[in-house]
């Protein structure tokens, strides 16, 4: 089956611990994208890439690092930089074709820093 | 730079119609998705609007207005599973990013 694919569902990291978080998807897309969301919060991106080895900073970017080294996957880095790391992750990808291409969004990934 | 404002909750009764707007101001307009969110779940694809009128999909139907930066979800013949939280976004300049709402959380009772 196609899609997308983040793990783990949950990640538990003791403070002042980096963590990376996987994202993969066989799609075929060109982009690929980090958002956050907090409670009552809408989506944040974080990271963003449109092709391989490129990729640009969102609004929130600061505790984050990312990299792009195969078009399947793109994984976020949660640093000990990030004060307030605990949130949900999701990834997303879509086509780089034009506006109507639609961002298809992973299941998630919920860390929690003890 | 986007701004995005959309209601906190709003709640309805199974089988009633609801009417979920959204606003936005941006420098530059490129068109606007909704998507549905169940707790602790992903964001799935409801709609995108890009001219003005109503785009409608079987219960659910989309409306936008350029000329006031309004776009609504409108869902018709509630059922309990449509409790969830609806996400509006605006397409940025350069077609390559999504600003986010914060949501409409949505609770259908019996």
């Known amino acids: 089956d196609g899609g997308i694919t983040q793990s783990p569902k949950y990640l538990f990291r003791k403070e002042g611990q980096n963590v990376t978080l996987s994202c993969e998807q066989n799609?075929?897309?060109?982009?690929m994208y980090w958002y956050r969301q907090d409670p009552g919060q809408g989506l944040r991106l974080i990271y963003y890439?449109?092709?391989?080895?490129?990729?640009q900073k969102g609004d929130i970017a600061e505790g984050y690092s990312v990299s792009r080294e195969k078009k399947e996957s793109f994984p976020l880095t949660v640093t000990s930089a990030q004060k307030n790391p605990t949130a949900f992750y999701l990834c997303?990808?879509?086509?780089?074709?034009?506006?109507?291409?639609?961002?298809?969004f992973g299941p998630g990934t919920r860390l929690t820093v003890l | 730079g986007q701004n995005i404002d959309q209601p906190t909750e709003m709640t309805a009764t199974e089988g009633a119609i609801v009417q979920i707007n959204c606003t936005y101001q941006?420098?530059?307009?490129?068109?606007l998705f909704w998507y549905q969110q169940h707790a602790g779940e992903a964001p799935t694809f409801l709609s995108y609007?890009?001219?003005?009128g109503l785009e409608e999909k079987g219960r659910f139907s989309s409306f936008l207005s350029r000329s006031k930066g309004y776009s609504y979800l409108l869902l018709k013949e509630l059922q309990m599973k449509d409790s969830a939280s609806y996400l509006c976004?605006?397409?940025?300049?350069?077609?390559?990013?999504?600003?986010f709402g914060k949501g409409t959380m949505l609770l259908v009772s019996p």
């Open positions: 609007n890009v001219l003005d």
């Open positions: 976004a605006s397409v940025n300049s350069g077609y390559s990013t999504l600003t």
């Open positions: 799609l075929n897309h060109d982009a």
């Open positions: 941006t420098s530059g307009f490129n068109g």
């Open positions: 997303a990808s879509k086509t780089t074709g034009g506006g109507t291409d639609t961002q298809y």
């Open positions: 890439s449109q092709i391989v080895n490129d990729f």
